[in-house]
Structure formats: C-alpha cells, structure tokens
C-alpha cells in the first residue's frame, strides 16, 4: 500500500449487481456526503445505482460517466463509472447468476486499473458471490486473492478491523486441514511484517503485535501438537530480533480478549474462523431481526490501498433497502485515511 498516492477519488465497485453492494454503497455515499476530502466514484452500472437509489428511498441524482478523465466530484449527487454491463431485467436480485459474477469482476479489473495508474487513492469493495464469480469463469476464491493477482502482489494478509480492535490472517480460504500445513515459520513472520508495516501506515503511536496459537492452549508445551515451537515461536523471535513489539503464541482463546482490550494493536489469527468469529462478535449486532454491521476487511501487503466490507451479499436483502451501510462506512473512512488524505476519517 502506498502512503504518498493523494488523489482526489476514493473508488468504490458497486460489487455483485443480485446483491445489496449497491445499496449500502448509495446509503453509504449520502452519509458521508460533504464529509470527505476526496471525491467518491462508483464503478459500476447506472441502472443497479438508480434502482438502489429509488429502493433506499433516497434523493440523490446519479450522474454516469464513461472516463474518468476530466470529471469533477459533485457534491450531493452519485458519480458512476458506468461499465452499462448489468442488465436489471436479466440480472434479478437475490439469485446467482454468472451474469452477475462477470459484471463484479469487470467492475474490479476497472477499479484495480485506475489504482495502479494512481488516478484513484484507493479502491473500496462492495461484496461480490463467490459462487457467480466462479460460474463466470474466474476461479478465484474471494476479493483478496484478485487484488494479489490483478496487482502482481506475491506476499499479502487479509486483515479485519472494528475500531482499534484489528486482526490479521496467516491463511483465510482453504480447508482446515491445509490451513494447519500453512502455518510456517516464513508465513507467519511475513504477516507479523505485515502488521507492523500497516501500524506504520495508520501512524500507531506504538504498534504492540500477538500471535495466536493454532492449537488449544498453544500447544502446551508440545502436549496437543507442536506446530508452536516448530512454525510459530521461530517466527515470532525473528520478529522480535527485528524489535517489533510482538508476543506469543499467546493461547487462541485469549489473546483477541486482549487485542480487544487495547493490550495488542493487531492479533495475528492462524486460520479463517479464528479471526473471523471474535471479530464479528464485537462489530456485528442484531436488533429485533435487523442486522447491523460494522467492520472492515483490508488487504495488506498492496502496490495499492484495498478495504471492503466485511460482509456478503446478503441476497436475502437485496432489493429491500434495509442493509445496513454501517460496514460500507467504515471502509471508505478507513480508505481516506490510509491514503493519507485524512489523519481521522
């Protein structure tokens, strides 16, 4: 990610076309209208942004342009880099469809393109359907791994943040039981870097790092597996060795309990669920049946600056206008201010 890129768009890919990426990114765009030293441009179709418009019960005018070049933001009104590839009436909401997986993949090929060209700060993604990506032919398992490949990018975590409250993965997609011969001493140290290189960048008065065990109390001295002192205590003292402020293998039961509290500004997760639980536990709440979410899924180790939502498609709501944009929010906050456009966006 780079920390000297200022430009004045933020962009934002409208994700899958069925899903509700459209509507949590107007809701988002009317929230943070006037609020942002940066401009907003969503890429994306016009159709689906009018639809999300009129759904959310919103007043905002939708202005589509083709280029990017010589366009002004407008303040009160929704710029689209209309892509025209999302037909509403052969794309319904809350279905899978290849059609659908296609346009989100071009929306991010376009949004990836003018990043890398530095014509865009950064690039924030609305959640796209595994499953209609894959149906379109672009086997990939989520967002991160084509930003790494779109990018050239060979060494890159996935990091979730509620707050202050962030957590970074040593492997995210793959089946348990590949996740555990992940777990290499060269892989977690790289994510510790990593961490401490996002610290760095978010201007962390100190940056305080715990690695998590992959084993039930960390392995108990080799008692339940030893991949602790095999993999992870090697990487960890390396770390240390370099003077980063890092600690563990600190049991996986306590040690988000600690990142949560402020003992630690990143906890670095072994595997997919144990990041993922504890940090939706503290950003998600549901209140008499409406979900509200919050919390921000960002790519480290980018020629460019990647967040995202931290939520699906939610096909179940799609075309209701009730997805929460809290989420959305907080990953174009957090966008504008690692682009260094904004100390506390």
């Given at each position: 990610?780079?920390?000297?890129?200022?430009?004045?768009?933020?962009?934002?890919?409208?994700?899958d076309?069925?899903?509700?990426g459209?509507?949590?990114?107007?809701?988002?765009?009317?929230?943070?209208?006037?609020?942002?030293?940066?401009?907003l441009?969503?890429?994306?179709?016009?159709?689906?942004?009018?639809?999300?418009?009129?759904?959310?019960?919103?007043?905002?005018?939708?202005?589509?342009?083709?280029?990017?070049?010589?366009?002004?933001?407008e303040?009160?009104?929704?710029?689209?880099l209309?892509?025209?590839?999302?037909?509403?009436?052969?794309?319904p909401?809350g279905?899978?469809?290849p059609?659908?997986?296609?346009?989100?993949?071009?929306?991010?090929?376009?949004?990836?393109?003018?990043?890398l060209?530095?014509?865009?700060?950064?690039v924030?993604?609305?959640?796209?359907?595994?499953?209609?990506?894959?149906q379109?032919?672009?086997?990939?398992?989520?967002?991160t791994?084509?930003?790494?490949?779109?990018?050239?990018?060979?060494?890159?975590?996935?990091?979730?943040?509620?707050?202050?409250?962030?957590v970074?993965?040593?492997?995210t997609?793959?089946?348990?039981?590949?996740?555990?011969?992940?777990?290499?001493?060269?892989?977690?140290?790289?994510?510790?870097k990593?961490?401490?290189?996002?610290?760095?960048?978010?201007?962390?008065?100190r940056?305080r790092?715990?690695?998590?065990?992959?084993?039930?109390?960390?392995?108990?001295?080799?008692?339940?597996?030893?991949e602790?002192?095999?993999?992870?205590?090697?990487?960890?003292?390396?770390?240390?060795?370099?003077?980063?402020?890092?600690?563990?293998?600190?049991?996986?039961?306590?040690?988000?309990?600690?990142?949560?509290?402020?003992?630690?500004?990143?906890a670095?997760?072994?595997?997919?669920?144990?990041?993922h639980?504890?940090?939706?536990?503290?950003?998600?709440t549901c209140?008499g049946?409406?979900?509200?979410?919050?919390?921000?899924?960002?790519?480290l180790?980018?020629?460019?600056?990647?967040?995202?939502?931290?939520h699906?498609?939610a096909?179940?709501?799609?075309?209701r206008?009730?997805?929460?944009?809290?989420?959305?929010?907080?990953?174009?906050?957090?966008?504008?201010?690692l682009?260094?456009?904004?100390?506390?966006?």
């Amino acid at each position: 990610m780079k920390q000297q890129m200022k430009q004045q768009w933020i962009a934002v890919t409208m994700g899958d076309p069925a899903g509700v990426g459209a509507e949590v990114t107007v809701k988002a765009l009317q929230e943070l209208a006037g609020k942002l030293p940066a401009g907003l441009l969503v890429i994306g179709d016009s159709r689906f942004i009018r639809q999300a418009v009129a759904v959310c019960g919103l007043a905002m005018p939708v202005k589509s342009v083709a280029a990017l070049d010589g366009v002004e933001p407008e303040a009160g009104s929704i710029t689209v880099l209309d892509l025209g590839n999302a037909d509403p009436a052969l794309i319904p909401y809350g279905q899978i469809s290849p059609l659908a997986g296609r346009a989100a993949y071009q929306y991010l090929e376009s949004a990836i393109g003018l990043a890398l060209e530095q014509k865009v700060a950064a690039v924030v993604t609305a959640p796209l359907n595994k499953a209609a990506l894959n149906q379109a032919g672009h086997h990939y398992s989520g967002h991160t791994e084509i930003f790494a490949r779109l990018t050239g990018a060979a060494d890159y975590a996935m990091m979730l943040a509620e707050g202050s409250f962030r957590v970074v993965h040593v492997t995210t997609h793959v089946a348990l039981r590949k996740a555990c011969d992940l777990v290499t001493r060269e892989r977690v140290y790289r994510v510790i870097k990593l961490a401490y290189a996002a610290g760095q960048q978010l201007k962390l008065p100190r940056i305080r790092i715990g690695v998590a065990g992959l084993n039930p109390h960390s392995g108990e001295g080799g008692l339940f597996g030893d991949e602790e002192l095999r993999e992870i205590i090697p990487a960890i003292e390396r770390a240390a060795a370099e003077g980063i402020a890092v600690e563990g293998p600190v049991p996986p039961d306590t040690v988000f309990v600690k990142a949560r509290s402020g003992i630690y500004d990143f906890a670095i997760a072994m595997y997919h669920d144990q990041g993922h639980i504890p940090l939706k536990l503290a950003g998600f709440t549901c209140d008499g049946g409406s979900m509200n979410i919050a919390g921000v899924n960002v790519t480290l180790g980018l020629p460019i600056i990647r967040t995202s939502v931290d939520h699906g498609t939610a096909f179940d709501q799609a075309g209701r206008g009730t997805a929460s944009a809290q989420s959305m929010v907080d990953a174009i906050r957090l966008a504008v201010r690692l682009a260094g456009l904004a100390e506390g966006a």
